[in-house]
């Protein structure tokens, strides 16, 4: 049993399972003499929903997610080399992804035991997804399936990740119960300052073409402004779906009561008809033989009376 076996399954688990999990995964690599494994697990820390979110999606659906990240190869590639018309269509294609992998997160939350109209963070699903779009070091974070905090979004391009804490361990460089969190205050790293000179070159050729930081600004502002007014049309969308889910179970509900009613009133009509079939028998019985009395009296007196 290695850190990143343990942390594996214990990312895939719901949060509320998590620290139970963690406990018993402790337990075990003490009994089996290795502390520095138990220590190492100790230290995992338990992810919040959004987190879990995404992580289900990196554990259960890694051909979406690859997906996903092979997009934001190609965006990225796109903004480097300034080609305009192919970025605009594949931030469509973006969007779209974006959401239906958020969408797709419930879905397996569902299935893990959330109620279907349990309230999910999948806004956090959606700057994550999107931040992983933008910078590699987040995508192959996310694609680990091991984060404890989601990402926030601040627009398409490289960005500092104060909100990013992944688990790692093993391979991955984790020494202190496998955790690393890059702060605000970090040193660059060395693929981080490529990053820098790549971002700078890239401002450089725009001013070449006129095109200015503000009007770079108000694109971005304008992409998640619509970004977000798609948001809220599609949380609308699920608000209907969901009324009307429950509108329809009302209904069958009703159906059934009706149907109960009409059954046990059936019942009951049968009853009083055998009911009165039993007393109509009866009476007949009695009058059959009222009749036969009769006669024998009658037979009776006849015989009594001289010829």
Do not use: C
């Not at 999910?120 to 933008?134: C, K, Q, R």
């Not at 049309?233 to 179970?249: M, V």
């Amino acid at each position: 049993m290695t850190l990143d076996e343990v942390a594996a399954e214990l990312y895939a688990l719901p949060p509320e399972e998590f620290t139970a999990a963690r406990g018993e995964a402790v337990a075990a690599a003490r009994k089996a003499g290795d502390r520095e494994l138990a220590g190492q697990i100790g230290g995992l820390r338990r992810p919040t929903v959004g987190a879990w979110l995404v992580n289900l999606l990196a554990h259960q659906r890694p051909d979406l997610i690859g997906e996903l990240l092979s997009l934001g190869a190609a965006m990225r590639a796109a903004q480097r080399n300034l080609r305009g018309d192919e970025l605009r269509e594949l931030s469509t294609q973006r969007r779209a992804m974006v959401s239906s992998l958020a969408r797709e997160s419930r879905a397996l939350a569902v299935a893990a035991g959330r109620g279907v109209r349990a309230v999910l963070p999948l806004g956090e699903v959606e700057n994550t997804l999107t931040a992983a779009l933008a910078d590699p070091d987040i995508a192959d974070e996310v694609r680990l399936g091991r984060l404890v905090k989601p990402v926030e979004y601040a627009g398409f391009g490289e960005q500092p990740r104060p909100q990013l804490r992944l688990v790692q361990g093993g391979a991955q460089g984790g020494s202190q119960g496998g955790s690393a969190m890059r702060g605000p205050d970090a040193p660059p790293s060395e693929p981080a300052a490529r990053k820098g000179a790549t971002v700078s070159t890239i401002a450089g050729r725009k001013a070449k073409r006129g095109v200015t930081e503000e009007e770079e600004l108000e694109r971005r502002i304008a992409e998640d402004e619509e970004f977000e007014r798609q948001a809220a049309a599609e949380h609308e969308a699920a608000k209907r779906r969901l009324a009307e889910q429950e509108a329809a179970r009302k209904a069958a509900a009703e159906q059934r009561r009706r149907q109960q009613a009409a059954h046990r009133e059936l019942l009951a009509a049968r009853t009083a008809l055998a009911e009165a079939e039993a007393k109509r028998t009866e009476a007949e019985k009695a009058v059959r033989d009222a009749k036969r009395r009769v006669e024998q009296a009658m037979a009776a007196v006849q015989a009594a009376t001289p010829g």
